[in-house]
């Protein structure tokens, strides 16, 4: 008799037992996981609140809308903001992110506090090339932007689980490219190992690994194990991506009245 109710237990419990697996993984990824997503460098990080004023320096007016319709993607439910301009003329004095379509793709990390010159802190050659498919050229601007906001690729990360073999492969690609856009041999070689390796994690928000991520670099790579890892490019921001840039900016954009200052509840306020 009682082996007989264990066996009706178990027979009624067993759904329940085998979801358990399944519903401690969305614990992780809707509480655990959002609390540590993405990387961002902390002195890279804009004010909160900012009206970030976005200038473009050459492009076709296809190219800008494109830009406009895609970038703000990274802002929903921030208290941060983009304002655009196609011309300086048009631009206030102060510009955060300048945009120039004529040399390579990249962008300048986060808030480099160089608000008054006309030099580009953003490139988008690619999307001049008419190679790029629709989801590539989304990409690219996602990913771009994502540097503007201060988030670096996702093997920078403290909690990158894979190993430095990845780092050191991308060394080879980087030194040529930092040559074509004006360091010397010395500096391509100084400025690849500074960018390509992994961020301090007491200078970054602490985070964990996000595969998903738009600021992840497309790859393949040995691990420290041995094995072969695939890194997929992706065309749109992940969970992660969004929570974070909503954690670290939180709350809908507020507008800025000069010499106000946010309060502590404005600029501490979590989404919901």
């Known amino acids: 008799m009682p082996n007989v109710i264990i066996n009706r237990f178990l027979l009624l419990a067993a759904p329940a037992i085998l979801r358990i697996p399944l519903l401690l993984v969305f614990f992780y990824a809707l509480v655990l996981a959002p609390a ?22 050459d492009c076709s007016k296809d190219q800008q809308r494109l830009v406009e319709q895609v970038a703000p993607q990274w802002l929903a439910k921030s208290n941060l903001s983009f304002q655009f301009y196609d011309s300086f003329e048009k631009a206030p004095k102060e510009t955060h992110i300048r945009i120039s379509f004529l040399v390579h793709s990249g962008s300048r990390l986060g808030n480099h506090r160089d608000y008054c010159s006309d030099k580009a802190t953003m490139n988008l050659f690619d999307l001049t090339t008419g190679q790029l498919s629709d ?16 988030l670096v690729h996702e093997f920078r990360s403290p909690y990158w689980p894979y190993g430095t073999n990845v780092l050191q492969k991308m060394l080879p690609n980087c030194y040529p490219k930092m040559e074509r856009i004006g ?45 072969k890892k695939t890194i997929s490019a992706q065309s749109r921001l992940s969970y992660l991506d969004r929570y974070a840039i909503q954690l670290w900016y939180p709350g809908r954009a507020v507008p800025y009245i000069c010499g106000s200052t946010p309060s502590l509840k404005q600029t501490n306020r979590r989404i919901k």
Not at 135 to 150: Q, V
Request: glycine fraction near 4%; hydrophobic fraction near 40%; charge should be positive.
């Open 135 to 150: 989801s590539s050229a989304r990409r690219l601007i996602l990913h771009e932007f994502g540097h503007a906001l201060g």
């Open 183 to 227: 360091y010397s041999k010395q500096g391509a070689i100084l400025r690849c190992k500074a960018v390509n390796r992994p961020v301090d994690p007491k200078k970054s928000e602490k985070t964990a690994f996000d595969e998903f991520s738009v600021m992840n670099y497309p790859t393949i790579f040995t691990t420290q194990d041995g094995s």
């Open 36 to 57: 540590y997503a993405a990387v961002m460098v902390i002195d890279k990080q804009w004010p909160q609140n900012t009206s970030l004023k976005v200038v473009f320096l």
